[in-house]
Nanobody
Framework: VRLVESGGGLVQPGGSLRLSCAAS????????MNWYRQAPGKERELVAV????????NYADSVKGRFAISRDNAKNTVYLQMNSVKPEDTAVYYC????????WGQGTQVTVSS
């Protein structure tokens, strides 16, 4: 299993960012995909989940209404659209398949600051 996250960067509060995660080494379309984040000094937390077909999603309360997870099974890629970002969204963001043992990718750093 290989997971490569990208799209992070520095963004101002209230701005938007789109993260991508390219997956390989497993049958992507059979697994739910999750986005996690880990802020400095904090535990890693689950941010968003999308079912294998994309028909079901779930979000942490802290991002509900601002973030949107999506996936393209033809491209083996999952996305996280981040809107109305806040300084507390600053973290390293990771993707991971649900229900499949795998290592973490390198993550992508998101910094929200003016």
């Amino acid at each position: 299993v290989r997971l490569v996250e990208s799209g992070g960067g520095l963004v101002q509060p209230g701005g938007s960012l789109r993260l991508s995660c390219a997956a390989s080494g497993f049958t992507f379309s059979r697994y739910a995909m999750n986005w996690y984040r880990q802020a400095p000094g904090k535990e890693r937390e689950l941010v968003a989940v999308m079912s294998s077909t994309g028909s079901n999603t779930n979000y942490a309360d802290s991002v509900k209404g601002r973030f949107a997870i999506s996936r393209d099974n033809a491209k083996n890629t999952v996305y996280l659209q981040m809107n109305s970002v806040k300084p507390e969204d600053t973290a390293v963001y990771y993707c991971k398949p649900g229900g499949l043992r795998s290592s973490w990718g390198q993550g992508t750093q998101v910094t929200v600051s003016s």
